[in-house]
């Protein structure tokens, strides 16, 4: 009997920590927590291959480079 009141204790406590958790966690998609959709198009970097958003790559003659070293060193 003991033990069987100590697990309804136990599982009681353990429900009241979730309730909590929720009820104290931010809402999705409200307030400031939010992430901001970020729909930019991403282009690759001709010479590492690396994925960044087109409004900071760096361009010449068509090709997307993600540093100025990279649009330095490339080699057409």
Same mark, same amino acid.
């Given at each position: 009997?003991?033990?069987? *009141?100590?697990?309804? =204790?136990?599982? %009681?406590v353990?429900?009241?920590? =979730?309730a909590v958790k929720r009820w104290l966690a931010p809402r999705a998609g409200t307030g400031p927590q939010a992430k901001p959709q970020n729909n930019a198009n991403?282009? *690759?970097? %001709?010479h590492c291959g690396l994925h960044i958003p087109q409004g900071e790559a760096l361009h010449r003659d068509g090709l997307h480079f993600c540093s100025q070293q990279h649009l330095d060193q490339h080699r057409p």
């Open positions: 009997m003991t033990l069987l *009141r100590l697990l309804l =204790i136990a599982f %009681a353990w429900l009241l920590v =979730i991403m282009v *690759r970097c %001709a």
